[in-house]
């Protein structure tokens, strides 16, 4: 709502959730619902939306650079739908864990960034993952050259990996 008011377009949360329903239903985007880690529920409020297909963003973008921690944010999103699991945005007290995802096997918490390029990233991506304390595979991925193996029981798999396995 703050992006229209600032831009005087006059809508309302009513309008602007059945665009958003129009646009799910015709498989423009998917949502992601928010998934409290510690009461295992899900939470009201703010949801994320991810496009079926990264060239409407990139169409519609004024900029040069397309944000590629989003781009490579969306495409995993779109990965692990793609093989059938239901998909969260995890909540753990302040932090945010960028997927929960699971299916009838097995769960799985995720972290993406385009790169870990420093201190502050790995530990932000790391860091992270290493509060929530439970035994379910909790995975860092990038699109780093190599793998750093992993972090306290946390691995590290570069992008493209996923496509082999």
């Keep these: 709502m703050n992006y229209f008011n600032s831009h005087k377009i006059k809508t309302n949360h009513e309008t602007i959730l059945a665009y958003l329903n129009?646009?799910?239903?015709?498989?423009?985007?998917?949502?992601?619902?928010?998934?409290n880690i510690k009461a295992k529920e899900i939470l009201a409020g703010p949801k994320?939306?991810?496009?079926n297909d990264l060239a409407f963003r990139n169409y519609s973008s004024v900029r040069f650079e397309f944000g590629l921690s989003q781009n490579l944010e969306n495409y995993i999103y779109l990965f692990y739908k793609m093989h059938g699991f239901k998909i969260f945005v995890g909540n753990l007290k302040d932090k945010e864990i960028d997927f929960v995802i699971e299916n009838e096997k097995e769960k799985l918490y995720i972290q993406v960034t385009w790169t870990l390029s420093d201190a502050?990233?790995?530990?932000?991506?790391?860091?992270?993952?290493?509060?929530?304390?439970?035994n379910y595979q909790k995975t860092v991925i990038s699109m780093d050259d190599a793998t750093f193996g992993n972090r306290n029981g946390i691995v590290h798999q570069v992008a493209w990996e996923l496509a082999e396995g």
């Excluded at 129009?22 to 998934?35: M, P, T």
């Excluded at 994320?48 to 496009?51: E, P, S």
């Excluded at 932000?124 to 509060?131: D, P």
């Design 22 to 35: 129009f646009l799910k239903q015709s498989f423009l985007i998917h949502k992601a619902e928010r998934f």
């Design 48 to 51: 994320k939306f991810y496009l």
């Design 120 to 134: 502050a990233v790995i530990e932000r991506e790391f860091g992270n993952l290493e509060q929530i304390n439970d």
